[in-house]
Each structure stands twice: as structure tokens, then as C-alpha cells.
């Protein structure tokens, strides 16, 4: 038992760092591509949306097993938001906590229980 839970702590702790990696590596792109080309600011939001999907299910889908992959997705979403967040509040400079947060905590928990579905259904039951 005490070894399943080591291992699924472990696939949840890879997927995370593959996560995270991935959205700051995405997210200095983005910036880089906003600065070239003046994108407007009303497509941050959701362009950082969508960042933060691909890297949750990138995240689950590499790193994860199918056994119990749904909620070791659910808890790699999780983990993948308030790491990110955290991340990006110590470079920016400024913590702030509200409603928002709580929605993007949510937000990747839904999509990381998908991408543990997606996941499953992929690589197959063991």
C-alpha cells in the first residue's frame, strides 16, 4: 500500500514539474509573440487560459498511469495552479489572493480528473 502511495505521489510530483515547465516556457513565448506583433491585452487572459489546459494535460498525460488516473489528475490540476501561480507572484512581484484564484484551483482540477480520464482511455487500464 505505502508503495502505491509513493508511486502516485511521485507520477503527481513529475507531472506538476512537466506542467510548470511547460506554462513558463509557453508563457515567455507568449510574451515574446505579444511584444513582436502588439497583441492586444484583452487575449491574455484567455490565451493564458488555454496555457495552463495544454500544460495540466501534458502534465497527466506523460507522466501519469491509468490506475487511479483521475484523481492523481485531479490533484496534478491542483498542484499545477497554485505552483504556477506561486511561480509568477514571486517574479511579479506581488501576491494577491481572491475569487479568481479559487475558480483557476477548480479550473485544473476539472481538467486535470479530464486528462486522467483521457489518459485512461489512451494508454489503456493495468
Keep these: 500500500m505505502q508503495s502505491d502511495m509513493s508511486r502516485a505521489a511521485v ?4 507531472s506538476i514539474g512537466v506542467a510548470a515547465v511547460f506554462t513558463l516556457a ?13 497583441i492586444g491585452s484583452s ?5 493564458n487560459q488555454v496555457i495552463k489546459m495544454l500544460a495540466v494535460f501534458l502534465g497527466c498525460f506523460v507522466c501519469l498511469r491509468p490506475t487511479r488516473a483521475v ?3 485531479a490533484v496534478s490540476g491542483i498542484g499545477v495552479i497554485l505552483l504556477t501561480y506561486f511561480l509568477f507572484a514571486v ?3 506581488a501576491i494577491s489572493f481572491g475569487w479568481g484564484n ?17 489518459c485512461t482511455l489512451v494508454k489503456g487500464k493495468s
Excluded: Q
Aim: overall charge positive; proline content about 2%.
Design 43 to 47: 487575449i491574455i487572459v484567455p490565451v
Design 102 to 118: 479559487i475558480l483557476d484551483i477548480v479550473f485544473g482540477a476539472i481538467v486535470g480528473a479530464i486528462s486522467g480520464i483521457v
Design 91 to 93: 517574479i511579479g512581484g
Design 71 to 73: 484523481l492523481k489528475g
Design 26 to 38: 509557453a508563457v515567455l513565448i507568449f510574451a515574446l509573440l505579444i511584444k513582436i506583433f502588439s
Design 11 to 14: 507520477e503527481v510530483g513529475k
